[in-house]
């Protein structure tokens, strides 16, 4: 019995194939509505680095800095600021975990299934809570992967206050995001 063990891992592990290293990026679009207009931003994540082993892909926490959202109206963008208390909480984090390559390209491919899933824990300021991401965009070419998540944020369910003006124009409770990633090898 002893034995066993060790053969069984000695041929276990070749079939999880070799370890790949990507350098990764991504960038944030958000929309959200507010009493007189809609309005549109972007951000940018940190550089990361993911490693794919065996056809599962673990991506690290990937942090995009509150400083990197813009709207394109100044006065919005130190309320948005402000609203995150982006002294105290300079970063907004999410974490996937491990993702199957091989479930995530077979979903994909059979579009009867529908559109595959990704549980993601996100923290904003000192709360964090597990949203689920649509999959979308899925690019996997010559050991590149680009692909876009998407999900819907409930400012109330992070304690955040929207912000307003004089009470009376109020930014909308939902946001929708979509995070657009791109692995290319190391």
């Known amino acids: 019995m002893k034995l066993l063990l060790p053969l069984l891992l000695l041929f276990a592990l070749p079939a999880l194939g070799p370890a790949a290293e990507y350098q990764a990026a991504c960038s944030i679009d958000f929309r959200a509505s507010a009493t007189l207009h809609d309005f549109q931003g972007t951000g940018r994540c940190q550089p990361f680095t993911a490693s794919e082993t065996g056809g599962v892909l ?40 491990a993702i199957s390559l091989s479930v995530l390209r077979q979903a994909l491919a059979n579009r009867t299934i529908g559109t595959p899933d990704i549980p993601i824990r996100l923290r904003i300021r000192d709360i ?20 876009d998540l998407e999900f819907t944020v409930s400012l109330a369910e992070y304690q955040l206050e929207p912000p307003s003006i004089l009470g009376i124009i109020r930014v909308g409770d939902r946001v929708d995001v979509t995070a657009s990633f791109v692995l290319k090898p190391r």
């Open 58 to 97: 673990q991506i690290p926490e990937v942090s995009v800095p509150v400083a990197s959202l813009e709207t394109g109206n100044i006065k919005r963008d130190r309320q948005m600021r402000e609203m995150f208390e982006a002294e105290k909480f300079p970063l907004i984090v999410g974490h996937s975990g």
């Open 128 to 147: 964090e809570r597990e949203i689920v991401a649509r999959v979308g965009n899925y690019l996997d070419q010559e050991g590149r992967i680009a692909a």
